[in-house]
């Protein structure tokens, strides 16, 4: 155990997690490479899949030699999701938590829309999720349980002009979350999504620095996987809510 301050300053202790292996998609950048981290320096063994090769060198040149696996795959893709998953276990030995934080953005009105833009979408940020839970139940299965946890969004609850397939994909992942955690509950998986509100990083080309004196920091969701996965196992965070404290007025 490694013993780190609460808010109250009183030592607390933090589990670690040095059998663990985790795979993170869209683990390159922003919140998937701060979940990344952060399980990789409690100890945990982690591939981070992501899309683009070269964002994936510099991502894995962060860790320590070894620790980390980076997966070049499009997860909406499911022959490329299952490569990636295989391919983490077959270099690690297992599975035990899978986070499904791949995610796009493109925004408009639907009328000036591309069928391309809306695909992307949703295969990114839905059908991915599935492909890559059809993929990882098995191996989490054989290792007797696990976690699933799905970065979504407040999106998801409050759609907005201008992002109708983004609410819509995260909807979807919303209920696809809460349909998946009710089938393989008694298999010992217990599965969660994450909802943030505006995080501070550049998803859907916004300025990485914009508003990061009040938005959410990516390591505070990558805590909250934390917390999750060192959860005691008679109890089930299933649905998470994350805001900015004080949103801009």
């Not at 010992?188 to 994450?194: H, L, T």
Request: charged share 20%; glycine share 12%.
């Amino acid at each position: 155990m490694v013993m780190a301050p609460d808010a109250t300053g009183t030592a607390k202790a933090l589990a670690r997690l040095d059998s663990t292996i985790a795979i993170v998609t869209g683990g390159s950048r922003g919140i998937g490479l701060a979940i990344a981290t952060a399980l990789s320096e409690r100890g945990a063994r982690v591939a981070i899949v992501g899309r683009d090769q070269a964002h994936l060198d510099r991502a894995v040149a962060q860790f320590p030699k070894g620790t980390v696996l980076g997966v070049r795959a499009d997860v909406g893709n499911a022959a490329e999701a299952a490569a990636a998953i295989d391919a983490a276990v077959a270099s690690f030995g297992g599975l035990d938590v899978l986070v499904n934080n791949a995610g796009v953005g493109r925004f408009g009105a639907v009328a000036d829309m591309t069928v391309a833009d809306w695909n992307d979408v949703i295969h990114t940020n839905l059908t991915g999720v599935f492909n890559c839970c059809h993929a990882a139940l098995p191996h989490l299965k054989a290792r007797g349980g696990g976690w699933v946890i799905n970065i979504s969004s407040l999106a998801g609850s409050n759609p907005f002009v201008g992002g109708a397939a983004y609410c819509a994909s995260k909807a979807g992942l919303n209920a696809f979350s809460e349909a998946l955690m009710q089938e393989v509950r008694y298999d010992n998986i217990r599965v969660s999504y994450i909802m943030p509100g505006s995080v501070a990083t550049g998803f859907g080309g916004r300025d990485a620095d914009a508003g990061a004196d009040w938005r959410i920091a990516a390591e505070d969701v990558a805590d909250i996987v934390l917390d999750l996965v060192t959860f005691p196992s008679r109890s089930l965070p299933s649905r998470i809510e994350l805001r900015p404290s004080r949103p801009k007025k």
